[in-house]
């Protein structure tokens, strides 16, 4: 073996040796990596005691009452994985993608009646880019935004032509 | 630039004529190659983004917003396919002893870490309208930040030695670990739940972006990959050439000594 093979096998030795020891890291310590907690996995992996932590899911349909606290605005609203809902309170100005049917990232803590109090409210944008009229045509033919993601981009020409 | 390259052999018979025999014929290829790459370069990104900033259309949600992305998505593919390159030209340095890829790896630093900052500077400027915060410390967003100080980092090491070979030494061995994030911040929006979305063009399925948007991105996209190509290509020309004149005045003085 030359020097140079040697020295080949070498740097790709030690890059999947330290690739290796990454994922095995990782995968140890893979909640950690999280940004937030799903409403279903809150007994799981929510931190034990008073402490804040991120709620994460989809602010369920239906689901938005605005109120006033003081002279501030305030919303209601329930997060959703799918499986289980938490309902939200939050008081403050929310972002410009928050609606129903959208993801949002909230920090805040549990309280004793089940509640989750909000102090900042993130929305989440999906991977979907769409231009307004390919929306209005979509809600059109029957979808619902409050529903969750739009039908898959490669139909939405199909979509132009059925509406 | 001719003079110099006809001025080489004049030098004394030394191991430098052999260093230098080959970063001749890569001044000459280059210097051909260089115009037509930096023009292509420049006019798809020119064209891209006039057309992604002023004539494609909004989106339904973010409205005008979105036409960050024309400029965030092309700097953040480019800060990864830049860290790529110096990880290629890494291995080149450490097995082969390639003197060229020593000194592109030099001039790819500063460029890769050029586009990061862009790309983290683009995506706050996106995120506090859109998401409501400027920054979050989700796993996309760390682990291109993790990419950012990894360049910085060997922008420093390369230029810390006094005796040039151990710096190139030293930046190769960390470019080369430090290439584990790469496939980190690939799959971060997978492996974890963040606030970034996933990719909306992946190699395996249908971009999930209408084709009036996705054009005018990949237009900049491939202009920008141009750019990043002749930028490096320049620096390295320069740092060649550098390096050729400082040898010629180091044979002058030694002549006249």
């Given at each position: 073996?030359?020097?140079?093979?040697?020295?080949?096998?070498?740097?790709?030795?030690?890059?999947?040796?330290?690739?290796?020891?990454?994922?095995?890291?990782?995968q140890?310590?893979?909640?950690?990596?999280?940004?937030?907690?799903?409403?279903?996995?809150?007994?799981?992996?929510?931190?034990?005691?008073?402490?804040?932590?991120?709620?994460?899911?989809?602010?369920?349909?239906?689901?938005?009452?605005?109120?006033?606290?003081?002279?501030?605005?305030?919303?209601?609203?329930?997060?959703?994985?799918?499986?289980a809902?938490?309902?939200?309170k939050?008081?403050?100005?929310?972002?410009?993608?928050?609606?129903?049917?959208?993801?949002?990232?909230?920090?805040?803590?549990?309280?004793?009646?089940?509640?989750?109090?909000?102090?900042?409210v993130?929305?989440?944008?999906?991977?979907?880019?769409?231009?307004?009229?390919?929306?209005?045509?979509?809600?059109r033919?029957?979808?619902?935004?409050?529903?969750?993601?739009?039908?898959?981009?490669?139909?939405?020409?199909?979509?132009?032509?059925?509406? | 630039m001719?003079?110099?390259?006809?001025?080489?052999?004049?030098?004394p018979?030394?191991?430098?004529?052999?260093?230098?025999?080959n970063?001749?014929?890569?001044?000459?290829?280059?210097?051909r190659?260089?115009?037509?790459?930096?023009?292509?370069?420049?006019?798809?990104?020119?064209?891209?983004?006039?057309?992604?900033?002023?004539f494609?259309?909004?989106?339904?949600?973010q409205h005008d917003?979105?036409?960050?992305?024309?400029?965030?998505?092309?700097?953040?593919?480019?800060?990864?396919?830049?860290?790529?390159s110096?990880?290629?030209?890494?291995?080149?340095?450490?097995?082969?002893?390639?003197?060229?890829?020593?000194?592109a790896?030099?001039?790819?630093?500063?460029?890769?870490?050029?586009?990061?900052?862009?790309?983290?500077?683009?995506?706050?400027?996106?995120?506090?309208?859109?998401?409501?915060?400027w920054?979050?410390?989700?796993?996309?967003?760390?682990?291109?930040?993790?990419?950012?100080?990894?360049?910085?980092?060997?922008?420093?090491?390369?230029?810390?030695?006094?005796?040039?070979?151990?710096?190139?030494?030293?930046?190769?061995?960390?470019?080369?670990?430090?290439?584990?994030?790469?496939?980190?911040?690939?799959?971060?929006?997978?492996?974890?739940?963040?606030?970034?979305?996933?990719?909306?063009?992946?190699?395996t399925?249908?971009?999930?972006?209408?084709?009036?948007?996705?054009w005018?991105?990949?237009?900049?996209?491939?202009?920008?990959?141009?750019?990043?190509?002749?930028?490096?290509?320049?620096?390295?020309?320069?740092?060649?050439?550098?390096?050729?004149?400082?040898?010629?005045t180091?044979?002058?003085?030694?002549?006249?000594?």
């Amino acid at each position: 073996m030359t020097r140079k093979n040697r020295r080949l096998m070498l740097v790709g030795g030690v890059v999947l040796g330290l690739g290796t020891a990454t994922v095995l890291l990782f995968q140890a310590f893979r909640s950690t990596g999280e940004l937030f907690v799903v409403p279903s996995k809150i007994a799981a992996n929510a931190p034990k005691g008073d402490r804040a932590f991120r709620l994460g899911g989809m602010v369920e349909a239906g689901s938005l009452q605005h109120l006033q606290e003081g002279t501030k605005p305030a919303v209601e609203f329930r997060v959703s994985d799918g499986i289980a809902s938490v309902e939200v309170k939050f008081v403050g100005i929310l972002p410009d993608l928050f609606r129903e049917g959208q993801g949002v990232v909230t920090l805040g803590k549990l309280r004793p009646d089940g509640t989750f109090a909000a102090q900042e409210v993130l929305a989440k944008h999906d991977e979907n880019y769409m231009p307004g009229d390919m929306a209005d045509e979509l809600k059109r033919t029957g979808w619902k935004p409050e529903n969750g993601a739009p039908p898959a981009a490669a139909l939405w020409n199909a979509a132009k032509v059925g509406g | 630039m001719s003079d110099v390259n006809t001025a080489s052999p004049a030098l004394p018979a030394s191991r430098n004529l052999h260093r230098f025999a080959n970063p001749g014929r890569f001044l000459r290829l280059s210097g051909r190659i260089l115009p037509p790459v930096a023009l292509i370069g420049l006019a798809l990104t020119v064209a891209g983004l006039v057309w992604g900033l002023f004539f494609s259309p909004a989106d339904w949600q973010q409205h005008d917003a979105v036409r960050i992305m024309y400029v965030h998505v092309p700097a953040a593919w480019l800060a990864s396919f830049g860290y790529a390159s110096l990880a290629i030209a890494s291995i080149a340095s450490l097995v082969w002893r390639h003197p060229l890829a020593d000194l592109a790896a030099v001039e790819i630093g500063p460029v890769g870490a050029a586009f990061t900052a862009l790309c983290l500077a683009t995506g706050s400027l996106w995120g506090k309208p859109m998401w409501g915060a400027w920054w979050v410390w989700d796993a996309r967003m760390t682990s291109v930040l993790v990419l950012f100080f990894l360049y910085l980092g060997h922008i420093a090491l390369v230029r810390a030695f006094d005796d040039q070979q151990r710096g190139y030494r030293a930046g190769a061995i960390l470019a080369l670990v430090g290439v584990v994030n790469l496939p980190i911040i690939k799959y971060s929006v997978d492996w974890w739940n963040t606030l970034h979305q996933p990719a909306s063009i992946t190699l395996t399925g249908a971009p999930t972006m209408a084709p009036s948007m996705l054009w005018p991105l990949l237009l900049v996209a491939v202009g920008g990959m141009f750019g990043f190509a002749a930028l490096v290509t320049a620096r390295t020309r320069a740092a060649v050439m550098e390096r050729r004149i400082r040898a010629l005045t180091l044979a002058q003085v030694r002549a006249q000594a």
